[in-house]
T-cell receptor
Framework: GENVEQHPSTLSVQEGDSAVIKCTYS??????FPWYKQELGKRPQLIID?????GEKKDQRIAVTLNKTAKHFSLHITETQPEDSAVYFC????????????FGAGTILRVKS | DAGVIQSPRHEVTEMGQEVTLRCKPI?????LFWYRQTMMRGLELLIY????????DSGMPEDRFSAKMPNASFSTLKIQPSEPRDSAVYFC????????????FGPGTRLTVL
């Protein structure tokens, strides 16, 4: 996606290890940063999001951190399980008034058991 | 609620034919989005509507693509004439009250243009 860079493009971890995916954005006025998970052959689904008034948000094994100064945000998955294997997309606002959401290119996460 | 509904789920057509994809958003949602997903280009926003009005169509590839939302419960994405490079999965999504709330995606339409 334009102006939203996502890394790495593929990530392979051992079950139980942690996984980190990072996204950078260009518009300093951006204030909403969601993460979507897409399992093979399925639709994208929101797993967590963060707004610019907080630096970190957690939901069980998933956390997102935001660094507004550096303009990047990261998804952290702890104690990975095989069912975490999927494609993960970040997104950030773009446009003159931040009036559209642009998705990153996606990260293929593979959890090896 | 049944979630976002899309039809057809699969469409195979020949180059030059007209294709119409349909979407029913979640009842009460006032934002509707059309996305295209391919391996090469990822998940691209084509167009989105707020209260049935198109807000941003800058992602629509060219004049062969058009989208309408005649009422709050129905939207169409039309490709005329279709080309092989239009082959992709097309997702419709809807959200409540804001562009910056959770988007609920439909199951997608897998389009193959021969």
């Amino acid at each position: 996606g334009e102006n939203v860079e996502q890394h790495p493009s593929t990530l392979s971890v051992q079950e139980g290890d942690s996984a980190v995916i990072k996204c950078t954005y260009s518009d300093s006025a951006s204030n909403y940063f969601p993460w979507y998970k897409q399992e093979l052959g399925k639709r994208p689904q929101l797993i967590i999001d963060i707004r610019s008034n907080v630096g970190e948000k957690k939901d069980q094994r998933i956390a997102v951190t935001l660094n507004k100064t550096a303009k990047h945000f990261s998804l952290h998955i702890t104690e990975t399980q095989p069912e975490d294997s999927a494609v993960y997309f970040c997104a950030a606002p773009k446009g003159e008034y931040g009036n559209k959401l642009v998705f990153g290119a996606g990260t293929i996460l593979r959890v090896k058991s | 609620d049944a979630g976002v509904i899309q039809s057809p789920r699969h469409e195979v057509t020949e180059m030059g034919q007209e294709v119409t994809l349909r979407c029913k958003p979640i009842s009460g949602h006032d934002y509707l989005f059309w996305y295209r997903q391919t391996m090469m280009r990822g998940l691209e926003l084509l167009i989105y509507f707020n209260n049935n009005v198109p807000i941003d169509d800058s992602g629509m590839p060219e004049d062969r693509f058009s989208a309408k939302m005649p009422n709050a419960s129905f939207s169409t994405l039309k490709i005329q004439p279709s080309e092989p490079r239009d082959s992709a999965v097309y997702f419709c999504a809807s959200s409540l009250r804001s562009l910056y709330n959770e988007q609920f995606f439909g199951p997608g339409t897998r389009l193959t243009v021969l």
